[in-house]
């Protein structure tokens, strides 16, 4: 989910924006809510991790991220590019800005891959730097994206399959 989430964001921006986070123009409810959602994650992580309700928090995370992901499903920017591409930059806008919330809530469980979004998303500083501090419009308009890979690679079956062998033996 949080992959995929990833993935389509960052290269929609990239295809559609060339990589550069666009102006959250015409902003309505279903956005406000979005944010205001991330807020209440980053909150609610913190007060689970802090208290070491570690499967809490990361649960709490992966629901920001499927909800993004229904927003997306909604919203349909690829849609939307032809006939309103401020639409489909406000929509990127304010998905940006939650996977970049996302990075810091679940550094704690994907340090490396968060630490590889944090560069894609063009952030100079490391997410340790940065902290605990998110702001629903810490990505602003403007601000280029780095350079875009894929943040985890699929393995094939083969793989889990001799890592089992290996374990059972």
Same mark, same amino acid.
């Given at each position: 989910?949080?992959? @995929?989430?990833?993935?389509?964001?960052?290269?929609?921006?990239?295809?559609?924006f060339?990589?550069?986070?666009?102006?959250?123009?015409?902003?309505?409810?279903t956005?406000?809510?979005?944010?205001?959602?991330?807020?209440?994650?980053?909150?609610?992580?913190?007060?689970?991790?802090?208290?070491?309700?570690?499967? *809490?928090?990361?649960?709490?995370?992966?629901?920001?991220?499927?909800?993004?992901?229904?927003?997306?499903?909604?919203?349909? #920017? +690829?849609?939307?590019y032809?006939n309103? #591409?401020e639409?489909?930059? @406000?929509?990127?806008?304010?998905?940006?800005?939650?996977?970049?919330?996302?990075? !810091?809530?679940?550094?704690p469980?994907?340090?490396?891959?968060?630490?590889?979004? @944090?560069e894609?998303?063009?952030? @100079?500083?490391? !997410?340790?730097?940065?902290? +605990?501090? +998110?702001? #629903?419009?810490?990505?602003?308009?403007?601000? *280029?994206?780095?350079? !875009?890979? #894929?943040?985890?690679?699929?393995?094939?079956?083969?793989?889990?399959e001799?890592?089992?062998?290996?374990?059972?033996?």
């Amino acid at each position: 989910t949080f992959g @995929n989430l990833v993935h389509r964001v960052l290269s929609m921006t990239e295809r559609y924006f060339d990589g550069v986070i666009p102006s959250p123009t015409g902003t309505d409810s279903t956005d406000e809510e979005l944010m205001v959602h991330a807020e209440e994650t980053m909150t609610k992580v913190a007060t689970e991790l802090s208290v070491c309700h570690f499967r *809490k928090a990361l649960d709490i995370s992966m629901t920001l991220a499927q909800e993004t992901n229904k927003y997306i499903d909604v919203k349909a #920017p +690829w849609k939307e590019y032809k006939n309103n #591409p401020e639409n489909t930059g @406000n929509t990127l806008y304010h998905c940006l800005n939650v996977v970049n919330a996302l990075k !810091i809530s679940l550094h704690p469980y994907l340090p490396f891959s968060t630490e590889k979004l @944090n560069e894609m998303l063009g952030v @100079n500083e490391t !997410i340790s730097e940065g902290g +605990w501090n +998110w702001s #629903p419009d810490q990505l602003g308009p403007g601000h *280029k994206l780095g350079a !875009i890979e #894929p943040l985890f690679k699929k393995l094939d079956d083969t793989v889990a399959e001799t890592e089992i062998n290996r374990l059972e033996s």
